[in-house]
């Protein structure tokens, strides 16, 4: 099972979501030398909050804002769980 | 109050964070004709979170066009978008019916989200049957203005869109009458040819004068022109105070009626003099001379 | 040793004090050239070094006119490593992303030193990954006039791009088919090199106009082609259409004239960019309608400031630089349109260089500080992607120097408490637009004064700073790097910052 949102617009991000038996979290971000842990924080966090658990996200970030990481991140999940 | 509408994608980020940026008295965000079908879900989760997170220090209206009622994406849209942190559903295609809905349908969000707010309802008229009822519409409750959709509406009458604007003469009138008779705003068709200055700039002046309140617009760079077309001139305002102040002067001295440079002033001249006082202060039009 | 800015300066470099230091010293020039033999023509660049006896240990002059349509300097390194030369010092005024033949001589140490006042694209790349032996040294146009004619850069052997060149050895920049229009950074190098070597591919019997004399010139190589006309006038020159770009330009232009500055016989510069050019236009429309004429605009010239030339908006406009066609075809046909050097554009001991007669100037940032220092030379990380030119330059002589930049670029805020690399001093910047607002620098008692009389609101560079941080978050600390790889020379030769190796892996 796995779920896809977003794009690599500048501000913009894609995620991507896939079941699997553990937690990984893999981020690529053009501006993850100043923010990897604000990122892997915000998903850690909403991951928690959705209670989902056991997923790989992968994260390819094009400078976006943690409202648009988390919209993303939600939609991916949703997709995920859609299918 | 608003004289200005912008209309921002609804799954775009880079611009919905710079929308509060241009001084649109509200925002449209959109999740109908901007957005690709497959990508509703993912521009809902992008706004809310947006709205959620934001501070909007501007005190800029927070406005969403959601899909048609009766549609695939209209009850998902309500329901994952409808919250406190907006205030009204621009409401496209719409007639009657289809407001009549909706405004059932917020009233039940409202009681199971237990919002603080009323949602208000801002119908897009761009149908000609919806023309035919426009007076009903702008009577219904939660409406607060009207928008005109000139694009699709002169398609539906078969019509050229020009920026003469004769064609949309009879409907923005029609919307003029039925806003100004029912106290909400009137809100015209945003000029859609973005690099046209002078179409857009003749368009709006046509509007204004005909007696729209507000415009949409698409790009930001409209904005700052439609808030001069839209705002009170400089003479109305000090005209407005003048007109206030001999209405005090007048109730102290006892009298019913008086002038202001040399015209007889009634009930409609006061009351539209503190309209223009009230919006002057809203949009921070009363300053003091400079130097 | 550190400087007045607290940045490092090794020991034996003179550390940056303050941008008016240069006004306690005199100008110091090594005396120009004479010479009596006759121009000698050559096919080859070959030949040249060969006449010439070139050899390791030498430095070398370029001129960045052709831009990235360059051809001669990619031309030189393939011969400086064909004859295995070594140690050679380049001293090009740019180093753009085509001249990718100076990468293995770099990495084979054919070239150990480098001295240019910009530099971007895969050059930087090497450089800033510590592969150049020696040192790095970003000057400023201004500051590179100066360092030519006090002798402080001497040059052994000028290669300098000409696009027309007749019998005689004179040059000329505005025609043939790699014109380039003005050639104004490469008269300090004609006139102090030891041999200035002229290379054109387009040979006439006569000139009427001319940019180079002959007097200076030992040689001219006739080649098939010095340059990419694409290349050459492909500057980043049209307005923005973002919308944010053009807020900014807009607040920009309503700030100038509320300030006063937009009236007869007024001055500006600005940079190609498209915010930059917006301001210009926007700039235009105010004069058309208040009926305001300008003494000059000066600096990059682009086909906006042409026009406002030919519909008399402007005297002249004074031109080190030619961006665009229309400037290149201005500068030959309109006697208003006057080329002028590097060093009367902006070297601190010219006579009453451009520079010092600017009303104002726009300027960009990638980085402004809470200081109102400005970084150009290095991004966020710390990666060399452009260089003063003549940022420094102008900021220190113009009455009111504005940055312009959006506040966040891709999440990262362009405003910090202290930018990565010092380019232009904060002392010489005064007003900072950006599309959450303006702040002014609080060293500039009358502008603060008269904008609060004009009513027009401003914020503190702190302000910005923490609105920039309540929309991104605050950014990580990026580690610097030990191993220092350059100097920043500010315009006067002392040493404003220094450069760092920046891991590839950022």
Known sequence: MKGTAGSKESSDCIITVTKQDHQEILIDSVVGAFFHDQIKLLIINTLKELKVENVKVEVIDRGALDSTIKARLITAIERMNAL | ?291 | ?506
Do not use: W
């Open chain 3, 1 to 506: 040793m550190k400087n007045s800015l607290g940045r490092f300066v090794p020991a034996e470099h003179k550390p940056f004090f303050s941008s008016d230091d240069y006004k306690d010293d005199s100008r110091k020039c090594v005396s120009k050239k004479t010479k009596s033999k006759k121009v000698e023509f050559f096919s080859s660049y070959a030949e040249a070094f060969d006449y010439f006896n070139l050899k390791s240990g030498m430095t070398f002059s370029f001129h960045h006119h052709l831009r990235s349509g360059d051809g001669v300097i990619n031309e030189v390194a393939k011969v400086i490593q064909e004859k295995k030369l070594k140690d050679i010092h380049i001293a090009p005024s740019s180093i753009f992303e085509s001249y990718t033949e100076l990468v293995p001589c770099i990495e084979g140490g054919n070239i150990t030193l480098i001295h240019t006042s910009y530099m971007n694209g895969p050059v930087s790349t090497v450089v800033q990954k510590g592969l150049l032996q020696g040192e790095l040294v970003m000057q400023t146009h201004g500051g590179r006039a100066r360092s030519i004619e006090s002798g402080e850069l001497h040059i052994d052997v000028a290669f300098l791009a000409t696009p027309t060149v007749d019998k005689l050895g004179n040059g000329y920049g505005a025609f043939g088919k790699s014109a380039c229009g003005v050639l104004g950074y490469a008269i300090s190098d004609l006139e102090y090199a030891d041999k200035v070597i002229l290379v054109t591919d387009n040979l006439v019997d006569a000139l009427d106009q001319i940019h180079f004399s002959k007097n200076f010139v030992d040689a001219v190589i006739v080649v098939d082609k010095i340059g990419n006309p694409e290349g050459i006038v492909s500057g980043t020159t049209k307005i923005t259409r973002d919308p944010v770009g053009l807020k900014i330009a807009k607040d920009t232009s309503i700030l100038l004239d509320k300030l006063g500055l937009i009236k007869n016989g007024f001055s500006m510069q600005t940079g190609a960019g498209g915010t930059s050019l917006a301001v210009v236009d926007y700039v235009r429309s105010l004069m058309k309608k208040k009926n305001i004429k300008g003494r000059f605009a000066s600096g990059g010239i682009t086909s906006y400031y042409v026009k406002m030339l030919e519909e008399g908006l402007f005297e002249n406009l004074y031109d080190v630089q030619c961006f665009d066609l229309d400037a290149v075809q201005s500068v030959q046909k309109n006697s208003n349109h006057i080329a002028i050097s590097a060093s009367k554009y902006g070297n601190p001991f010219e006579d009453s260089p451009i520079c010092e007669q600017l009303d104002f100037v726009i300027l960009g940032a990638t980085e402004i500080d809470l200081d109102f220092n400005v970084n150009v030379t290095t991004d966020s990380f710390g990666r060399i992607i452009g260089g003063s030119g003549g940022h420094s330059d102008i900021a220190h002589g113009a009455f009111c120097t504005v940055i312009v930049s959006q506040l966040i670029k891709s999440r990262l805020p362009i405003i910090k408490e202290e930018v990565q690399t010092i380019s232009t001093p904060g002392e010489n910047v005064d007003v900072f637009v950006c599309e959450r607002g303006i702040a002014i620098n609080p060293i500039r008692k009358d502008l603060l004064e008269l904008l609060a009389k004009k009513k027009i609101p401003t914020l503190t560079m702190k302000q910005l700073l923490d609105e920039a941080h309540s929309i991104t978050g605050i950014p990580n600390k990026i580690p610097r790097s030990s191993k220092r790889i350059g100097l920043v020379e500010y315009r006067d030769g002392s040493i404003i910052d220094s450069l760092y190796q920046v891991e590839s892996n950022v």
């Open chain 2, 1 to 291: 109050m608003m004289r200005s509408l912008l209309f921002i994608p609804g799954n775009l980020p880079n611009m919905i964070q710079n929308a509060y940026l241009f001084d649109a008295d509200a925002i449209i965000f959109d999740l109908e004709d901007a957005v690709l079908p497959s990508e509703k879900d993912n521009a809902r989760n992008l706004i809310r979170e947006f709205l959620s997170k934001n501070s909007n220090k501007k005190n800029t209206l927070n406005f969403i066009r959601i899909n048609e009622v009766g549609g695939e994406f209209y009850k998902d849209d309500l329901e994952l978008i409808v919250s406190d942190n907006i205030d009204a559903i621009v409401l496209p295609k719409a007639n009657v019916s289809s407001v009549q809905t909706l405004e059932r349908a917020l009233s039940n969000i409202e009681k199971s989200k237990e919002l603080q707010k009323m949602i208000h309802i801002i119908p897009i008229i761009e149908q000609a049957t919806s023309i035919l009822q426009v007076d009903q519409i702008a009577s219904l409750p939660r409406v607060i203005g009207l928008i005109l959709g000139g694009e699709d509406l002169t398609k539906d009458v078969e019509v050229k869109r020009t920026s003469e604007g004769n064609e949309l003469l009879y409907s923005r009138s029609r919307i003029i009458m039925a806003c100004a008779a029912y106290k909400i705003t009137s809100i015209d068709t945003p000029y859609t040819d973005v690099y046209d200055d002078s179409g857009f700039e003749k368009d709006t002046l046509n509007a204004a004068a005909l007696g729209m309140k507000a415009k949409c617009a698409i790009h930001p760079r409209h904005i700052e022109f439609i808030n001069q077309a839209f705002s009170p001139t400089k003479e109305e305002i000090e005209h407005a105070y003048k007109v206030v102040e001999a209405k005090k002067n007048a109730e102290l001295e006892g009298k019913g009626s008086f002038t202001v440079d040399g015209k007889m002033v009634d009930k409609p001249v006061v009351e539209r003099a503190i309209n223009v006082i009230e919006k002057a202060k809203k949009f921070n039009l009363v300053k003091d001379d400079e130097e």
